[in-house]
């Protein structure tokens, strides 16, 4: 099988995997691993047909009861802690930023890129998702390459767990360089399969998120496929306050995990609703205080459960 990153010509099957978490697919999937980037991947082809069924109803977060105002409380603050610090850390100063975040889901990070000044937008296919992240003007519910069409362009694109969905990753990098001006910026954030956590849980290590997850990346990975698309790397980051430690935990409790069991209340009910807090949602947050310290042990090591890389077009 041919990798999708580097063009070895010859890899082979590694693993036959199954969806663990939402069990909206039958599977079984074949991942096949690359000798030379270590890239773990499905084959395009078996899957493009049927990509669009592999998320299930219920994956965008909403809120609808007293238990998901504290979530959402939760993840703004591991959002504007974790990744818009990040942002703001890049482009000190900087004034209305204009960003576009892809694949923004309920668009928590556009939600509070805005409240901090800049001129963030975000992208987003699901038309579940846009409607729950009601701001008017600011999504677009478009391709990437309707945005060309329109002639957007952008000073910073994120993309924050979105590579790693692509069947075709050298390409579509390629073609955001039509959104970008120059210089411009692009932070990629995926799970790192070279990471401690993906080498202790192996196939049941949550960052594989099978059949999602279509191409699962080394850093080495990351760096030589946005090098290959033209991009200049300027920074790493190992750690991820909000992703590294809830992947830990979510290996090892998939049953715990928020989303599986929000997707799984709307598969039964057909609401998301929790009907409150739940004993389960405290157990979870307990667990993600006691693997935050080894989530930053591992990404010390640089051995990360994500990879967060800042690359420019110059
Ligand atoms: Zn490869």
Redesign the pocket.
Known sequence: MH?P????PD?KPELTLADRFFETSPGPFVLYS?P????LFQDPDAIRSSIASFYPAGYWWKQDGRGSRLERAYRDWMVRNDHLRFVLSLFKGQKRLRCLDIGCGEATFVRLALAAGLDAYGLEQSEDAVLLADLPGRIFQASERELIEKGEKFQLITLFHSLEHMLEPFAYLRGLQKLLVKPGGLIVQVPNRDSLQSRVFGRRWYGLDCPRHVCNYSLF?VLYLLGKAGYRIRSVRHFSLRDNAAAMVSSLFPALDPMSQKVKRVRRSGSSHSGGLLFKEFAYLGLLLFAQPLAALEAALGRGGTVTVYATLD
């Not at 990153?5 to 070895?8: L, P």
């Not at 030379?36 to 890239?39: E, L, M, P, Q, Y």
């Open positions: 990798c990153v580097c063009d070895y890899a690359c030379a980037c270590r890239t990975a």
